[in-house]
């Protein structure tokens, strides 16, 4: 009776039985043993992914700035304004110059006279009357400019703008008209990081480290003061900047170097991105901000 149960139940699918051929060999069980084993060493072998390395310019604020600066802007991940550093007068803090029919003249945003130390995170705009004569002067030279249209709707809300500050100024048209040229990564402030050092060097080094930065790509004139072995006993590469500055045309005859970036857009709109990183690529620049081939 047992038997033919079983039978019967084997014939409806619900007993299985193991043929000689469903057995593995021993030396099939081991085969496989020795496969997986093989197979979990080249798992364990294989290097392991590189970490995203990361670029950082750190520069002070600057009013309007020139090509150089935007370079910095457009090849690295990351951007800090240096504004808790202290403010200086008659600098390019609170200025620049664009182009007139005889040469040059400078744009200048009045600020309250400066205190001893005052950093320029703390530094303010005195009055609203410089405004109006600033948007006079680039309607005066670059109205006949091809974008002068486009770069005024860009610029003139910032300027008209209940800015108190110089930094918030100047933070709001730089990231305004990186945004316009397409360039820039992460844009941060110096003065938002606690400093646990009055070290030039070690205080660049904290804030290449808050932004996760191994590369620092910096002006030529910080190698007068940077420690290079300090820098690299903390794992960051220091990368100088080496610009050239194009020649493009504008709209007076003969050429001025070193204009604000304000008169490339004039003259060339969303083109000027291609003149502004027309620099050969710096050696050694890490990092995915850098979109040059």
């Given at each position: 009776m047992r ?14 039985f193991?043929t ?5 060999t021993?030396?099939?069980s081991?085969e496989s043993s020795i496969d997986?084993?093989?197979?979990s ?5 294989s290097?392991a ?7 950082i310019?750190i520069?002070q ?11 910095q802007?457009g ?5 800090m ?15 620049n110059?664009?182009r007139?029919?005889t040469g040059w003249?400078w744009?200048?945003?009045p ?6 130390d005052?950093?320029?995170s703390?530094t303010q705009?005195?009055?609203?009357f410089?405004?109006r004569k ?7 030279n670059?109205?006949?400019?091809p ?5 005024m709707a860009?610029i ?8 108190t500050?110089?930094i918030?100024l100047?933070e709001?048209l730089i990231e305004s ?7 820039g990564?992460?844009f941060l402030?110096?003065s ?6 009055q ?6 080094i904290e804030?290449?480290q808050?932004?996760?930065a191994?590369?620092f ?5 910080a190698?007068d003061?940077l420690?290079h072995?300090l820098?690299a ?5 220091v990368?100088?900047?080496d610009?050239i500055h194009p020649?493009?045309p504008?709209?007076?005859d ?10 490339l857009l004039?003259n060339h709109g ?5 003149f502004?990183?027309s620099?050969p690529?710096?050696?050694?620049l890490?990092?995915?901000g850098?979109?040059?081939s």
């Amino acid at each position: 009776m047992r038997a033919a149960k079983i039978r019967d139940e084997k014939r409806m699918g619900r007993l299985s039985f193991a043929t000689p051929k469903d057995i593995p060999t021993f030396a099939e069980s081991a085969e496989s043993s020795i496969d997986r084993k093989e197979r979990s060493e080249t798992k364990s072998m294989s290097p392991a992914p590189k970490p995203h390395r990361k670029s950082i310019a750190i520069m002070q604020p600057v009013f309007l700035p020139w090509l150089g600066y935007f370079e910095q802007i457009g090849v690295t991940d990351t951007f800090m304004f240096l504004d808790d550093v202290q403010y200086t007068k008659q600098d390019w803090r609170n200025r620049n110059r664009i182009r007139t029919k005889t040469g040059w003249m400078w744009l200048t945003v009045p600020v309250r006279k400066a205190g001893h130390d005052q950093p320029i995170s703390e530094t303010q705009i005195d009055g609203a009357f410089w405004k109006r004569k600033h948007v006079k002067s680039l309607q005066q030279n670059y109205a006949r400019a091809p974008y002068y249209a486009d770069i005024m709707a860009l610029i003139e809300p910032h300027i008209w703008a209940q800015q108190t500050t110089l930094i918030g100024l100047t933070e709001s048209l730089i990231e305004s008209m990186a945004s316009y040229l397409s360039i820039g990564g992460v844009f941060l402030r110096a003065s938002d990081v606690p400093k646990s050092t009055q070290d030039r060097n070690e205080r660049l080094i904290e804030l290449c480290q808050h932004a996760g930065a191994d590369c620092f790509f910096t002006g030529p004139a910080a190698n007068d003061y940077l420690d290079h072995e300090l820098f690299a006993r903390h794992g960051i590469s220091v990368v100088f900047q080496d610009y050239i500055h194009p020649v493009y045309p504008q709209a007076f005859d003969s050429f001025e170097s070193h204009m604000s970036v304000l008169d490339l857009l004039m003259n060339h709109g969303p083109a000027s991105t291609e003149f502004l990183l027309s620099s050969p690529r710096p050696p050694g620049l890490i990092g995915e901000g850098d979109k040059r081939s």
